[in-house]
C-alpha cells in the first residue's frame, strides 16, 4: 500500500532560502502543475490518486474536442518507422493488455465496471516486474507486425496506381 501523503508533496516548489520567491521559484525548476508529484529520484511522474468521476467527465470531454487532432497524428505516426522507444511502449501496453486478460478470464478493459477497473489496475501495478519481463519478449513480435502493416501498406498503395 502506498504511504500517505504528508503535507510536503502537495507543495509545488521548495523555495531557496534568502532569495525573492519568483527568483527560487524559477531556479528550482521542477515547478509543474500538472497534477502529479514528481519522483526526487528520478524523472517519472507518479500520479497521487485516481480520478473522481467529474474529473472523468471533463478528461473525456476534452478528449472528444482533441479527437481530430490526434486521429491525423496517429495516421502520421504510422507512416513513420517506430523508435526502440515506441516499440518498447508498444509491446508493454501489449503485455499490460495481455496479463489484464488473463486475470479478467478473457473480459476486455471496456466491459468492466469502474471500480474492478481500478481493482485490477492497481494489481497490474504490483505485477510490473513480470509484465516488464513479458513486453521484452514481446518486443521482436511488435517489430515484426510493425513491418507486416508497412509493407501491406506499400502494397495497397502500389495496387491503386
Do not use: W
Amino acid at each position: 500500500m502506498a504511504k500517505p501523503l504528508s503535507f510536503k508533496d502537495f507543495m509545488v516548489v521548495d523555495y531557496l532560502p534568502g532569495t525573492g520567491e519568483y527568483i527560487s521559484y524559477q531556479s528550482k525548476g521542477d515547478h509543474d502543475t500538472s497534477g502529479t508529484v514528481e519522483s526526487r529520484n528520478g524523472n517519472e511522474p507518479t500520479t497521487t490518486e485516481a480520478l473522481s468521476h467529474s474529473q472523468r467527465i471533463k478528461a473525456s470531454l476534452r478528449m472528444k474536442k482533441m479527437s481530430k487532432r490526434i486521429k491525423l497524428a496517429r495516421q502520421r505516426a504510422l507512416k513513420r518507422t517506430p523508435s526502440m522507444d515506441v516499440v518498447k511502449k508498444r509491446a508493454m501496453k501489449k503485455a499490460r493488455i495481455t496479463v489484464l486478460k488473463r486475470l479478467t478470464k478473457g473480459a476486455s478493459k471496456n466491459e468492466l465496471s469502474f471500480a474492478r477497473r481500478q481493482e485490477i489496475e492497481n494489481r497490474l501495478n504490483k505485477m510490473s516486474p513480470k509484465i516488464q519481463r513479458l513486453a521484452k519478449k514481446l518486443i521482436p513480435t511488435v517489430r515484426k507486425l510493425d513491418r507486416e502493416r508497412k509493407a501491406n501498406k506499400s502494397e495497397i498503395a502500389s495496387s491503386e496506381k
